[in-house]
């Protein structure tokens, strides 16, 4: 039982590269997050999906496309990445969206620099 | 719109001391609250969540928090702080009423001195 895991762990890219973050989870939860981490800002929710078919944008949409591939995979893509984007990116699963059993689990992030 | 509030982005305690670490929220409907903690290099956990069952909640590692409303409180305590607390906090707010989105504080950096 791995939980959430995230791909890659750690990655470099130019301004203006394309690059896919993949979240994969097993323990057969309805809702996925994307979130990312900056120091002093704590966690901003960028999409999230609250059950397979659905998608919505959180807080910090702006530059981000999202995809719910299946109930357990949920992909976040920067189609032209910016250097605002250099970021520790985490996905999180929860069994639903909302309400007090929402205990989110969360990978192990991905450390993104763009230059 | 729901909001939560982390007083000391920095805290630090001597081993064996109490460890406070503050988190207020401000929310229209009754809220579900939680404490999450992140160590080193890794993604977040969580410590315990108010869930509206009982006011003083527990968690793991020791950990406790109290939901006060009057205050719109809910500060996380343990009684005597140990190496391994050295971390991360987080506290989270989800308002009732079927809303979906989880809002996060900006997190306390707790370190204990030996």
């Known amino acids: 039982n791995a939980g959430v895991t995230q791909t890659p762990k750690f990655q470099v890219l130019k301004t203006g590269q394309s690059m896919t973050l993949q979240c994969a989870q097993d323990?057969?939860?309805?809702?996925m997050y994307w979130y990312r981490q900056d120091p002093g800002m704590g966690l901003r929710l960028i999409y999230y999906?609250?059950?397979?078919?659905?998608?919505d944008k959180g807080e910090v949409p702006n530059g981000y496309n999202v995809s719910r591939l299946n109930k357990r995979e949920f992909s976040l893509r920067l189609e032209s990445a910016a250097p605002s984007q250099t970021s520790v990116y985490f996905c999180?699963?929860?069994?639903?969206?909302?309400?007090?059993?929402?205990?989110?689990?969360f990978g192990p992030g991905t450390r993104l620099t763009v230059l | 719109a729901q909001s939560v509030t982390q007083l000391g982005s920095h805290v630090s305690v001597s081993e064996g001391a109490l460890v406070l670490l503050r988190c207020n929220y401000s929310s229209s409907v009754p809220p579900y609250l939680f404490w999450y903690v992140q160590y080193p290099n890794q993604g977040l956990q969580l410590l315990l969540k108010?869930?509206?069952?009982?006011?003083l909640v527990k968690g793991i590692n020791g950990f406790e928090a109290e939901f006060k409303k009057s205050e719109t409180s809910f500060h996380l305590t343990k009684p005597s702080a140990h190496m391994s607390d050295a971390a991360e906090y987080f506290c989270a707010v989800i308002p009732g009423g079927g809303y979906q989105k989880v809002t996060f504080g900006t997190g306390t950096k707790l370190q204990v001195i030996p």
């Open positions: 108010y869930t509206s069952a009982a006011t």
């Open positions: 999906s609250a059950s397979e078919g659905t998608t």
């Open positions: 323990m057969n939860h309805n809702s």
């Open positions: 999180a699963s929860s069994a639903r969206a909302g309400g007090g059993n929402n205990e989110q689990f």
